[in-house]
């Protein structure tokens, strides 16, 4: 039987990060793998979907070409073409996750389905592993609504969509939130008629309302039929069924939800339990009921973000090897939206901040009109909002800009660190950037509270004039 400090099962983004914060730490570790390293955000998620959206944009450039006089673009692009640059973007980002870069750690890759045999043991194939502790990071994967037919209809999801050889003419996408949005803007930009079907009552219904219209009409302008309030009765016949008659479609993509991947890991012989929702039970410090184990990432259901899931990972590690606890303040973590224009929050939405915090919550809103940066490129229909709660401190932000993913991450540092509009504001940014928006908006309020002490700072001026003569 193999003996290690800290087993890792799953080799995506929290459990690489949690097999290197290991390895550097010096504790015997192995990293169990069922399929290939990099997990759904280097294969499926975040590379391929980030590299199709920059082929996506780079074609609408050449469409919008001829308002400056270049021949016009027109007519659908070569899917294996955009595919291809997919592929290298993924090729070029595999050795930074693979067993080779893990070796300088001195972590060990054991591929292999794992299964717990004990509180304290697990096996891999015909291998038998004892730890002292050991990790659950085997991530999540599509799941399909329950609606009748769609499962017989085997649609395309966020997994298999890149499997795709040919464009096809009309494309249905079930599910209008993050991944749903981006996607279905890709492939209408690359020539896809794209009907995109959201069953509550906005697209991305976790942001700001004000943040789905601007989606919405940048959307719809470039052609996307967008149905929100639609529920889907039944698939069949090449179509999607639902009020107002059906809807035809060559392709159609699901992306109604995921699960956590658990089955057959043997948690019931490891003493680990599963919620109401079927995600790994953790406490505060990412360890599930038997102690000697934790979880991180999307396996957990409090994380669905890569960059969460890496901090979840190093923070298990910390704590299980060293006992050293690095809470993760889940306040203020960050996460976009890479349509175009981006849609980027952390913290509170306004309805949140006031539900909570009632009369002391205070928003302010600048609109892109209002940054030059944004005015110098055309992209006006944006926004920036800052969400203040008690003792004026920032509690939340949305930002609806291109790279509004960049400009959140400064917003995401106020928010945990519990600064107050004049203290973003103290800090200087360039210009002109779409950075600006957030600057300006905190301004507003310095400027509006000056206002309304404008009698106090008028006697303090008279003061000093009588002083100083």
Not at 32 to 60: F, M, Y
Not at 100 to 116: I, M, N, Q, R, T
Not at 230 to 258: F, I, K
Not at 421 to 439: E, F, K, L, N, Q
């Amino acid at each position: 039987m193999s003996r290690y400090d800290l087993v890792v099962i799953g080799g995506g983004s929290a459990g690489l990060t949690a097999a290197r914060t290991a390895g550097r730490l010096g504790a015997r570790t192995v990293l169990v793998e069922r399929d290939r390293l990099g997990g759904d955000c280097l294969w499926t998620g975040c590379v391929p979907s980030k590299a199709l959206l920059h082929v996506a944009a780079d074609v609408q450039a050449a469409r919008r070409a001829a308002a400056y006089g270049l021949p016009p673009v027109s007519g659908p692009v070569d899917l294996a073409a955009a595919m291809g640059e997919v592929k290298r973007a993924i090729g070029a980002i595999e050795p930074h996750d693979s067993a080779e870069a893990l070796a300088p750690y001195g972590v060990d890759v054991a591929y292999g389905v794992a299964s717990f045999t004990g509180p304290r043991t697990l096996a891999v194939g015909g291998r038998e592993f004892s730890f002292r502790y050991a990790l659950i990071a085997t991530g999540s994967s599509p799941s399909l609504a329950p609606i009748p037919g769609l499962a017989d209809a085997r649609p395309l999801t966020s997994d298999t969509v890149w499997e795709m050889a040919e464009l096809p003419r009309r494309l249905v996408v079930l599910g209008g939130g993050p991944i749903g949005s981006e996607l279905g803007q890709a492939f209408a930009r690359l020539g896809s008629r794209v009907t995109l079907v959201e069953a509550t009552d906005r697209l991305v219904p976790r942001e700001e309302p004000r943040a789905s219209q601007v989606l919405r009409g940048r959307l719809e302008a470039e052609g996307v039929t967008v149905l929100t309030g639609y529920r889907a009765e039944r698939v069949e016949a090449g179509a999607v069924h639902g009020p107002g008659g059906p809807l035809p479609y060559d392709a159609l993509l699901a992306v109604t939800g995921r699960h956590a991947n658990t089955e057959g890991l043997g948690l019931e012989a490891a003493g680990v339990e599963l919620t109401e929702t079927g995600h790994v039970r953790t406490d505060g410090r990412l360890r599930t009921p038997n102690h000697r184990i934790y979880a991180a990432g999307d396996v957990t259901g409090c994380s669905a973000f890569t960059h969460l899931g890496g901090t979840q990972g190093a923070a298990a590690a910390a704590d299980a090897l060293l006992g050293v606890r690095r809470p993760i303040d889940y306040r203020a973590v960050p996460w976009v939206t890479y349509t175009d224009p981006e849609i980027a929050r952390v913290g509170l939405t306004a309805d949140e901040a006031r539900e909570r915090y009632g009369d002391a919550a205070r928003v302010h809103t600048l609109e892109n009109d209002r940054v030059d940066r944004a005015v110098a490129d055309g992209r006006t229909e944006g926004f920036t909002t800052l969400v203040l709660g008690p003792r004026g401190r920032i509690v939340g932000a949305t930002v609806v800009s291109p790279r509004a993913g960049e400009t959140i991450a400064h917003l995401a540092s106020a928010v945990r660190r519990g600064w107050t509009p004049s203290g973003y504001a103290r800090t200087v940014h360039p210009y002109p950037t779409y950075a600006d928006a957030p600057w300006h908006t905190a301004l507003a309020d310095v400027h509006a509270r000056l206002d309304r002490g404008s009698g106090l700072i008028g006697a303090l001026l008279k003061l000093r004039r009588r002083v100083i003569r």
